[in-house]
């Protein structure tokens, strides 16, 4: 397991679940499309480290580092 901090940009990832958070966020992250089994790639990151730019079902969203780490990963070999 990894989480989406310890990513490099360019590195994809399967979400495998969640963290422990509140039900509402947690809701709010699978209306984005980041549901178990979907691909994420890493495609940037801001000059000061937060947010963090994904692709994940062909868009990109940005997310703060404290939000993208309730993400559970499996790191995808290329």
């Not at 989406?4 to 509140?22: F, L, S």
């Not at 209306?31 to 801001?46: D, F, P, Q, S």
Request: no cysteine; aromatic share 4%; charged share 30%.
């Amino acid at each position: 397991m990894m989480e989406v901090t310890e990513m490099k940009v360019g590195q994809r990832a399967e979400i495998t679940g969640y963290m422990e958070t509140e039900a509402g966020y947690r809701a709010k992250l699978l209306a984005l499309g980041l549901t178990r089994g979907a691909m994420i790639e890493l495609i940037g990151v801001a000059p000061m480290g937060d947010p963090l730019r994904l692709k994940v079902r062909g868009f990109e969203l940005s997310l703060r580092r404290s939000e993208a780490a309730i993400l559970k990963l499996k790191a995808v070999e290329e």
